[in-house]
T-cell receptor, first 114, second 114 residues
Framework: GQNIDQPTEMTATEGAIVQINCTYQ??????LFWYQQHAGEAPTFLSY????GLEEKGRFSSFLSRSKGYSYLLLKELQMKDSASYLC???????????????FGRGTQLTVWP | DADVTQTPRNRITKTGKRIMLECSQT?????MYWYRQDPGLGLRLIYY???????NKGEISDGYSVSRQAQAKFSLSLESAIPNQTALYFC?????????????FGPGTRLTVL
């Protein structure tokens, strides 16, 4: 089976840096996604890691360690608009109908204070 | 125009009624998904389809059915709605030829069952 764990809530101040961690357990791993979701809106794609290491996209970076079953999303120069839920999702490496399925964590609600 | 659209955006219905939620996409993706989201539980997969002739159950398919009428259309039905099906429902699409199989979400349908 699959299990994904991430903190429920985090807070930070404008201009700061915050790291949101995600740990996972699976029998077949094939990629780790991060999505951003503002309240009442659709999740939007932020990043994707399939190999170990850091992927940087502007103010957002995502890191993956496959051996440790661990990922983090790093948000720099926080802005008020970054207040949202951040969803960690793991892609299944199974065959046939399970190939490519995503399994989502429960999300981390980030609040950015002025 | 949005790539993934859902209708209706909001719906209030009564216990026992049949409800259909519709999803259309212009992305040309072959894969489509239906999720529900409840506070504190994250996104849970209801059904998914890899092409017009393919339907697969997700984690929580009981009480739901789907129809893939065309590559661009995937509808979700609640045959006899019950109050615990009150949730935010999202449709998503993806393309396996995209190396990451990133999923793109529609705006959501807020369903309330009284």
């Amino acid at each position: 089976g699959q299990n994904i764990d991430q903190p429920t809530e985090m807070t930070a101040t404008e201009g700061a840096i915050v790291q949101i961690n995600c740990t996972y357990q699976t029998s077949g791993f094939n990629g780790l996604f991060w999505y951003q979701q503002h309240a009442g809106e659709a999740p939007t794609f932020l990043s994707y890691n399939v190999l170990d290491g850091l992927e940087e996209k502007g103010r957002f970076s995502s890191f993956l360690s496959r051996s440790k079953g661990y990922s983090y999303l790093l948000l720099k120069e926080l802005q008020m608009k970054d207040s949202a839920s951040y969803l960690c999702a793991m892609r299944d490496a199974g065959r046939g109908s399970t190939l490519g399925r995503l399994y989502f964590g429960r999300g981390t609600q980030l609040t950015v204070w002025p | 125009d949005a790539d993934v659209t859902q209708t209706p955006r909001n719906r209030i219905t009564k216990t026992g009624k049949r409800i259909m939620l519709e999803c259309s996409q212009t992305k040309g993706h072959d894969r489509m998904y239906w999720y529900r989201q409840d506070p504190g539980l994250g996104l849970r997969l209801i059904y998914y389809s890899f092409d017009v002739k393919d339907i697969n159950k997700g984690e929580i398919s009981d009480g739901y059915s789907v129809s893939r009428q065309a590559q661009a259309k995937f509808s979700l039905s609640l045959e006899s709605a019950i109050p615990n099906q009150t949730a935010l429902y999202f449709c998503a699409t993806s393309d396996l030829t995209d190396g990451g199989n990133t999923q793109y979400f529609g705006p959501g349908t807020r369903l309330t069952v009284l």
